[in-house]
């Protein structure tokens, strides 16, 4: 869930993929609600899967079904990584998906109602909140916790909120390393502050269902300590179906980077005709972030977005049949102007209503002549550049009445 703010509801930030279909230009558009398990590049055929959601999912020979392509556009993104230390996938919670964000909800309120049950023990451990990556999502999420705890907490369960605890655990020397040096003191001196815990040069080796086992790089020592919700927010991986198309497509398309398909500047993967990639799955020597993928994406209601009018204007281009077209549409994806970034900066929330934006490119990235900006004005226009990212009016209108809604009642404590 690549929107910043873990506390609002998913219901304002999701977006119906049929829904917005219906609404913009890509009405002839086919939905399916499936997974696509297999990429047959020689035959140009993808196998899916539909996912798994409710009982009819379950059953039916419609379960696994094949589809021809002439073109192929992969916006698969990326999962979360673990690296294989073990314990992680069983123990932790994510924070990539929106259902991500609502299993989070359910465990941090129930880890409150079970502390304030009579004669619970071990409080310090229950309410021990671990976020093991000090990149954007994990600091963002320690930030949301803060926020919950100083307000929510302090109000609905006053007796439990000094047991709470909160520690972020990063394996480099800082948190947010890709943000300029002085941002980064600005957001470790905040958390200190705010009795946020910051483990830097700490390593996860090994997780339980109730230790997290770390080894300090600097002195070697080896550690372990008690939780009660395990965050894991240590970056992204590969997807198994991208993994795959890499291997069969051979060196060229895994040549600049072995976890994404290498594409061109026309977003085409290296070493075929008729396959693209953009977002996550994508590398374009481009951090794999929301900005990137919304610069290169394929919606064909946005005219600035690169590969979308590409498509549109090379099946203008196309005159005859599809398969004499094919040709046009190849040459004029050929000889069209390449995908060309435009960084508009990066934000990341720290709590209290405090954020810090970095406009400093990466060529200026030590001190950033364009500058860098943090406290409650980044906070605002952090928000208002998310806002406007909605795709849907209705979004927008959900969102702010939901923003508005715990400005005056505070976030909602129930499971939901
Ligand atoms: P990340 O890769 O940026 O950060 C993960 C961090 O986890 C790294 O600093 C790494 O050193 C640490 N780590 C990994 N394994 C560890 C271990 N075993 N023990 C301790 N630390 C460990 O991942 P992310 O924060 O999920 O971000 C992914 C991408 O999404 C990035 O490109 C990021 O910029 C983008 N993003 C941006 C925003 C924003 O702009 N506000 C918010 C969320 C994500």
Not at 115 to 136: C, K, W, Y
Not at 144 to 150: I, K
Request: charged share 25%; net charge neutral; aromatic share 10%.
């Amino acid at each position: 869930m690549k929107f910043p703010q873990c506390a609002v509801d998913t219901r304002c930030i999701i977006e119906p993929i049929r829904e917005y279909c219906r609404r913009s230009n890509a009405k002839h558009a086919i939905f399916y609600e499936a997974e696509c398990l297999h990429i047959d590049e020689k035959n140009n055929k993808i196998k899916c899967k539909r996912t798994p959601q409710g009982v009819y999912s379950e059953k039916g020979p419609w379960n696994e079904f094949e589809l021809d392509y002439d073109y192929l556009v992969v916006a698969t993104g990326t999962q979360s990584a673990t690296f294989g230390i073990p314990g992680v996938k069983e123990n932790a919670l994510f924070m990539k998906v929106a259902t991500d964000g609502r299993k989070l909800r359910g465990r941090i309120i129930d880890s409150l109602e079970s502390a304030n049950i009579p004669g619970a023990t071990d409080l310090q451990s229950l309410l021990h909140f671990v976020v093991v990556g000090g990149g954007p999502t994990g600091v963002e999420c320690a930030a949301e916790l803060h926020d919950f705890v100083a307000n929510e907490v302090k109000e609905f369960f006053p007796d439990l909120a000094d047991k709470v605890s909160i520690t972020l655990i990063e394996a480099l020397p800082h948190v947010l390393s890709m943000f300029s040096k002085s941002l980064v003191e600005y957001a470790e001196q905040k958390f200190h502050r705010d009795s946020i815990d910051v483990l830097t040069r700490t390593l996860v080796t090994k997780v339980d269902e109730t230790h997290v086992y770390v080894k300090n790089l600097e002195s070697g020592e080896t550690s372990k300590m008690p939780y009660g919700t395990l965050l894991w927010a240590s970056g992204i991986a590969t997807r198994p179906v991208i993994a795959e198309l890499i291997k069969n497509l051979g060196e060229e398309a895994g040549q600049k980077s072995p976890r994404a398909l290498s594409v061109d500047g026309h977003m085409k993967v290296l070493g075929t005709r008729n396959i693209f990639a953009l977002g996550d799955c994508a590398f374009m020597n481009l951090p794999p972030t929301a900005q990137v993928a919304a610069q290169q994406v394929a919606c064909c209601g946005f005219t600035g977005k690169y590969l979308g009018r590409l498509i549109r204007k090379g099946r203008n281009a196309m005159i005859g049949d599809t398969k004499n077209g094919t040709h046009e549409f190849d040459s004029y994806v050929e000889n069209a102007e390449e995908f060309n970034y435009n960084h508009m900066g990066a934000f990341a929330y720290l709590g209290d209503n405090a954020a810090i934006a970095d406009f400093s490119t990466k060529a200026d990235a030590a001190g950033g002549i364009l500058g860098t900006s943090a406290g409650t004005t980044t906070y605002f226009l952090w928000r208002s550049v998310y806002f406007s990212k909605l795709l849907s009016f209705r979004n927008r209108v959900l969102l702010g009445v939901n923003w508005v809604f715990t400005e005056i009642f505070g976030r909602d404590t129930s499971r939901r």
